[in-house]
């Protein structure tokens, strides 16, 4: 695709349920970002991923957090047990390099009950 | 003290004015500087990137950059309804290797025709 794609658009989970969120990165970005957007608030960092390599995870906000992309494209991010504090929208980004322009995906906006 | 400060606003200017966006970074070592818009429910869109002291000129836009203050800035020339959103500042530092932003609170610029 042209631009950086993301599903569900919106996900609502009850308290307790397992998410999985997805990214499909523009074609050949070796980079990738997961970031998460709470209302009224600028996107912060979770995690980033070199190819299927997760170099830095330091934003995940707990061990309940889970980011992968296993052959290098196709990223998700599992989030178990949600809680409402992780009602937020989570974006993700991609570029060609660090150096790079990162392109955003729509977010995924989820809502958990 | 947060990394990225950014003023919530909302700012509002007439159709026509000069918009002046404001943002502070703690980090001294930063070294690349982006503007992102976000129009309401939208992922961000970059805008402007600067990575000099001085001023960068885009059309309508100018983003301003002074390292020593640790300040940046963005200008709206003309400023049109259209440029009613969300203006987020980020920061990419020279410690991070993976390209990752942090970004402010962001700015809500309002338009009035």
């Known amino acids: ?113 | 003290q947060k990394e990225v400060e950014q003023n919530s606003g909302p700012l509002s200017v007439p159709e026509g004015a000069i918009a002046s966006l404001n943002c502070t970074y703690s980090d001294r070592g930063s070294q690349s500087f982006f503007w992102y818009r976000q129009y309401s429910g939208k992922s961000p869109e970059l805008i402007m990137s600067i990575y000099s002291n001085g001023d960068k000129e885009d059309g309508r836009f100018t983003a301003q950059l002074n390292k020593a203050s640790q300040y940046v800035s963005l200008l709206i020339r003309d400023s049109q309804p259209s440029d009613s959103a969300t203006y987020l500042c980020a920061v990419k530092g020279d410690s991070s290797n993976t390209g990752k932003l942090i970004f402010g609170q962001g700015t809500t610029l309002q338009v009035k025709p």
């Open chain 1, 1 to 113: 695709g042209a631009g950086v794609s993301q599903s569900p658009r919106y996900k609502v989970a009850k308290r307790g349920q397992d998410v999985a969120l997805r990214c499909d990165p523009i074609s050949g970005h070796v980079s990738l970002f997961w970031y998460q957007q709470a209302l009224g608030q600028g996107p912060e960092f979770l995690t980033y991923f070199q190819n299927e390599a997760q170099l830095d995870k330091s934003g995940l906000p707990s061990d309940r957090f889970f980011a992968e992309r296993p052959e290098g494209s196709v990223s998700t991010l599992k989030i178990q047990r949600t809680q409402q504090e992780d009602s937020a929208v989570y974006l993700c980004a991609s570029s060609l390099g660090t150096s790079t322009e990162a392109f955003f995906g729509q977010g995924t906006r989820l809502t958990v009950v």
